[in-house]
């Protein structure tokens, strides 16, 4: 069974550092990995994925994540906070049975102060 | 073009009551999924469409919860009787078949008081 684990449940950051959002995943075969983010009030936006092409996945909002096979990692990361990046952050494995469903974290809730 | 909508943005109804959630997907999007997200529970699935069939069911949590989709488009998810415990957001996604990006809506977030 596949199963991704958040390993922070909240994140404190300042303006203008970098952000480290960590992710560990489990899965018998390759997975799709993605991160998505989350604003108060909002729905759930795709910030970046990655299936199995470039290890080093480029998303929205200069956030980047690198899968690391041997750590069996994903952990996204960003240069430089700002402030509108405070939200809930969601890794998130694909199931590749067929129904390509999908199986949550249990989120990151990243603050940037100022 | 347009996203992925569901109606009603709000609910609150009273213990007992049956409600309707609405999902309407992107057009052209085969695959339709909904999840449910709670204090307690996170994010999890709960049924996919493959058009207007429902091939995984797994994740409905308990008979209470129904849902049909027709023309191979619009979804409803329905909840009879009920319980406080149903308080939550309710997602829908959508996405090509066979492709595993899922496009999001807004979700409906019920209230049972």
């Known amino acids: ?114 | 073009g347009a996203g992925v909508s569901q109606s009603p943005s709000n609910k609150v109804t009273e213990k007992g009551k049956d409600v309707e959630l609405r999902c309407d997907p992107i057009s052209g999007h085969t695959a339709l999924y909904w999840y449910r997200q709670s204090l307690g529970q996170g994010l999890e699935f709960l049924i996919y469409f493959q058009g207007n069939s429902a091939p995984d069911k797994s994740g409905l949590p308990s008979d209470r919860f129904s849902a049909e989709r027709t023309g191979g488009s619009v979804s409803t998810l329905t909840i009879q009787r009920t319980q406080q415990e149903d308080s939550a957001v309710y997602l829908c996604a959508s996405s090509f078949p066979g492709i595993d990006e899922q496009y999001f809506g807004p979700g409906t977030r019920l209230t049972v008081t």
Not at chain 1, 17 to 25: G, H, I, S
Not at chain 1, 38 to 50: A, F, I, S, T
Not at chain 1, 73 to 80: I, R
């Open chain 1, 1 to 114: 069974a596949q199963s991704v684990t958040q390993l922070d449940s909240h994140v404190s950051v300042s303006e203008g550092t970098p952000v480290l959002l960590r992710c560990n995943y489990s899965s018998s075969y390759s997975p799709s990995l993605f991160w998505y983010v989350q604003h108060p009030n909002k729905g759930l936006q795709l910030l970046l994925k990655y299936t199995s092409a470039a290890t080093l996945v480029k998303g929205i909002n200069g956030f980047e994540a690198e899968f690391k096979k041997s750590e069996t990692s994903f952990h996204l990361t960003k240069p430089s906070a700002h402030m509108s990046d405070a939200a809930e952050y969601f890794c998130v494995v694909s199931e590749a049975s067929g129904t390509y469903k999908y199986i949550f974290g249990t989120g990151t809730r990243l603050k940037v102060l100022a």
